[in-house]
């Protein structure tokens, strides 16, 4: 069996009651595998790999927007439990994580003008469960486990929750072709079913329970395939319930992926000022201020004036009174 080295990234954004702490788990950075053969289940993708679709395009061209240039993919058959990958994964906080995905799909369905196919997984009930065997709900065919599709009312990947919205309606996207063939966005998962009411509860977002005594060593999560077409970056493990509608998809590539480069806002204080600064390199930003991140409203910093020193756009603000949340938006 072959494995690869985890790659795992936590920190927390924001401050006092407004931050939010975060996972994010590279998705071809997978620790196992359950069947090892590429031409079914889950494959390791990169950039410079050949795997294609169903009409022979690429599944990461020299243009993806995959953060680490790469994702894993699920193989473009039909097949029930052709696969499971396992990752590692290592909390430094405890609390309860929101799981959200940055993802892309391929049509299979032989219809390049709609993504209505399912392109579906199973989620595992918690850390160090099989998605297969420890659900205890059994569907149809003997069906199980944590089951999330591209389809189906307002769950799946396919119904993206739109920012500002309160996370309903989530749109569909099934037809909007900027949102798949390779370009990456950000969903949070949410729970469907399987021809059965059976199978679990729909509509619910997928959460799990840090406690206290999985902080500091790694845990198992394995995740299940079921039908291909389906390109994973990132998985975002987070204690923010609903990230997606207080945050565009570009705000969060920016936040999270530092693979874009984005430039760094510097924050510091000088005697009773804040001063603020950016690279003179980073052309077209501006800096804009929000007085929360629970539904922020950014508004431009347009006094004082930007001026340069050194290398460096700098804004120094003085009485600034309560709290107040600079960000750079392009």
Not at 7 to 28: H, K, M, P, Q
Not at 88 to 100: A, E, H, I, R
Not at 294 to 302: I, K, L
Not at 319 to 324: A, D, I, R, W
């Amino acid at each position: 069996m072959r494995s690869w080295r985890p790659n795992c990234r936590s920190d927390v954004i924001g401050t006092g009651t407004n931050a939010w702490s975060y996972l994010v788990l590279e998705g071809e950075n997978f620790v196992s595998k359950e069947n090892e053969s590429l031409d079914a289940g889950f494959g390791k993708v990169y950039a410079d790999e050949a795997l294609t679709d169903t009409y022979g395009t690429p599944i990461l061209g020299t243009n993806t927007t995959a953060s680490g240039k790469g994702a894993l993919f699920t193989k473009t058959q039909f097949a029930q439990w052709t696969d499971k990958a396992t990752y590692q994964v290592q909390f430094t906080t405890p609390g309860t994580y929101y799981l959200y995905m940055r993802f892309t799909m391929f049509e299979n369905g032989g219809n390049v003008a709609n993504y209505g196919n399912e392109d579906s997984y199973f989620l595992p009930p918690d850390f160090d469960k099989d998605p297969q065997n420890d659900w205890g709900l059994i569907g149809p065919s003997g069906r199980t486990g944590g089951y999330v599709e591209g389809c189906c009312a307002d769950a799946g990947f396919l119904r993206i929750a739109e920012v500002g919205t309160g996370g309903i309606p989530r749109v569909d996207h099934s037809t909007d072709t900027n949102y798949w063939e390779g370009n990456f966005h950000w969903n949070d998962l949410i729970s469907s079913q399987f021809l059965a009411a059976d199978t679990g509860v729909p509509n619910v977002r997928f959460k799990y329970e840090v406690t206290a005594d999985k902080v500091g060593h790694p845990l198992n999560f394995t995740i299940g395939y079921r039908e291909g077409g389906l390109a994973v970056d990132l998985f975002l493990f987070s204690t923010h319930p609903n990230l997606i509608d207080v945050y565009t998809q570009g705000q969060l590539d920016q936040l999270l992926l530092p693979s874009t480069g984005q430039p760094q806002l510097t924050i510091a204080v000088s005697g009773t000022s804040v001063v603020v600064s950016w690279p003179v390199a980073a052309t077209g930003y501006r800096l804009v201020s929000a007085g929360t991140l629970s539904a922020p409203v950014w508004t431009p910093v347009t006094t004082p004036p930007v001026v340069v020193v050194g290398d460096k756009n700098t804004v120094t603000l003085t009485g600034v009174t309560g709290t107040q949340y600079y960000r750079l938006m392009k």
